[in-house]
């Protein structure tokens, strides 16, 4: 009996550590990407800057410059995968909500084929964006929930926003 219970604990925990480090390499390093904020952008003129049609267009980096630092990056970062399409050069703090469009610090090569890709932090850039512009959140809380944990925020805030419709349904 003691044996069969113990076995539990140590699978239960194995569980939890595989889940936390692949959950942890879908997040970027915080010595590396702790997240940097455009202080053109304010809770006082976000429905002239962020929340205008194209503001983001108006401000996103040149391809070659996001290109060029991805690939050092990759490298910088120590990935195991160094296939610079199998990334994309991702603002932590989404240009949508504010963030800084080349300050590296909030720039980082996230991987595009894992559980937590690009695409499911579109889906929260969109959500966040939405909230903030119609004033259901502050801008700085959105832009701390993005910089401090994305996963852990799409989990709280993306299945049951409005705004949101789960691919493929």
């Known amino acids: 009996m ?6 539990k ?22 010595r590396f990407t702790p997240g940097a904020i455009n202080p053109n952008v304010t809770q006082a003129n976000i429905h002239q800057t962020v929340c205008a049609k194209g503001y983001t267009k108006t401000i996103r980096p040149p391809a070659y410059y996001t290109n060029a630092l991805k690939k050092r990056q990759i490298e910088q970062f120590g990935h195991g995968d160094r296939k610079a399409r199998d990334y994309e050069e991702d ?3 989404a240009l949508s909500i504010g963030g800084a469009p080349t300050d590296e610090r909030n720039l980082w090569p996230q991987p595009r084929n894992s559980e937590w890709s690009a695409d499911r932090k579109d889906e ?7 909230m903030v512009c119609n004033e ?4 700085k809380q959105a832009q701390r929930e993005m ?10 805030y993306v299945p049951r926003h409005p705004d949101y419709r789960f691919k493929g349904e």
């Open 136 to 139: 259901e959140i502050s801008l």
């Open 9 to 30: 604990v140590v699978l239960a925990a194995m569980f939890t550590f595989v889940a936390a480090a692949a959950r942890a390499g879908d997040l970027p390093d915080p």
């Open 147 to 156: 910089a401090t944990d994305w996963i852990d925020a799409w989990k709280r």
């Open 91 to 93: 603002h932590l703090v």
């Open 124 to 130: 929260l850039e969109f959500v966040l964006y939405k």
């Open 2 to 7: 003691l044996n069969h219970s113990l076995h």
